[in-house]
């Protein structure tokens, strides 16, 4: 019976092996039986945890289980936070790799794992060129004449030739493998000769329109090393100029291919990432891109992940910001001068230019902002700048008064009857709010910082001058 229990055990722990999808093994010199360490992969610039292991008896720590890991770049964190990282590919999830507490390349070694062979080669190969990278680095330092910086510039680059020539020749070598692909990810697309000192636009448009040719975007692997997020960030925050009317195709545009090529956590990820990026964006009239997410994707049901809650908070927020994004026409209001007897309405007045200011005489932030404004204006209103300036408050006699203190001149108006619905129209949540209009009250300017709006008001004047004049 004993003997037949035996047996029974060894079959239960030999299928329990055999079944899982996933078996990875450490054996880590330099360890104790006991200590714990962490498994984790790489999503974008974060690491997300997946699981912990204790060192065995035999200093053997594994991670293994019935389900396959997501294929990525992964990390073991030893129990003083050092780690390696390592490559889990979709298959051949069954592997033992050995390396010591040193963590150097030398250290490391793989069985059963096609991926962590060439990983490792490629870890070790770099030590050398690694190295002189620092060294020149330090000469360059100490250089001082430019010939000596030219000369330690060329010796660098073929540094870099020689890192780059290994890594093409293991992608092209190993090239059904994700370390290939992982590879091929950080080298930069070849600008063609013909015009590689081309000086129209036609090196940029190349380099735009191939940027992406190196990144497997139908693997969402690559969602998981830590190449893909840096890749976004330049082609969306600086290859791509920096205006809403060029960003909106160009996001739609990845977005697609990402979709089409069928890699839904890339995709997620990616609108994510837009979302919240142009969202916190500082540049002006990038709410034009967080209106466009909302509506084109989260509104329109491409948003998989997104619960019902999140949809409509999205599309309520896309309502309250869509009447004053730039290039659209202001939403027109009346109010009263300091009167109470006659009313301005903003769509009568005739200027080439007009500020739009939301401000409240108590407000510290409007008590910096207002004087320049008013700066502005008095050395631009001969020239037809104009400024439509809306208290938005109840201290009537308050604010009066500080008219009066400061000498603001332009056009003051409030909501004398409390029947207006600008508050609700240009989403007023917070004071001073700006808004530089054309002679036609389309908002082509939101909220620049005040010091800027006299240039602004100079290059709009410039505009609407030249596109007044006569066709010769």
Known sequence: ?????????????????????HNISFKINGLQ?????????????????IDT???????????????????????????????????????????QITFDTTLMPSSKSVTGSLDNQVFFEFDKFAIDPGTRKRDLIEQFKKCESQECKDQIRAKSKLVDAEVDAKRLELVETYASTFTSKLLKSVIDVEIPESIQADTTGKKYEYFRKHYWDNIDLTDDGMLRTPVFKGKLEYYIGKLIVQHPDTLIPAIDELCSKIEKGGA????????WWNTNHHE????MCMDKVLHHMAKSYYCAGKCYWADSALVAKMCEHAGKIGPTLCGAVTPNMTLWDTSFVRPVT??????????????????GHCKKEIPKLKE?????????????????QADVEGWKQYIKDNKLTWLNVVDAYNKATYREDYNIISTPQVYMLDH???????????????????IMLEEYEKNKAPKQ
């Open 440 to 458: 036609n009250k389309m908002i082509r300017f939101k909220n620049p910082p005040a010091e800027n709006v006299g240039r602004i008001a100079e």
């Open 280 to 283: 916190e964006s500082k540049i």
């Open 264 to 271: 839904m956590e890339i995709y997620k990820y990616v609108v």
């Open 1 to 21: 019976m004993r003997f037949i229990k035996t047996i029974v055990l060894l079959l239960f722990v030999g299928y329990g092996i055999a079944s899982a999808q």
């Open 53 to 95: 292991a204790t060192v065995s008896n035999k200093g053997i720590v594994r991670f293994s289980g019935p389900d396959k890991l997501l294929n990525g770049v992964y990390i073991i964190v030893l129990p003083k936070k050092t780690y390696i990282e390592f490559i889990v590919p979709n298959d051949d999830q069954e592997f």
């Open 346 to 363: 903003l769509h009568n007045i005739e200027a080439p230019v007009t500020v739009v200011v939301f401000w409240d005489h108590q407000c």
């Open 376 to 392: 502005m204006y008095d050395s631009m209103k001969a020239r037809g700048v104009e400024v439509y300036s809306v208290y938005t």
């Open 33 to 49: 039986p006991g200590q714990d360490c962490i498994l984790a992969h790489y999503y974008a610039d974060q690491n997300r945890i």
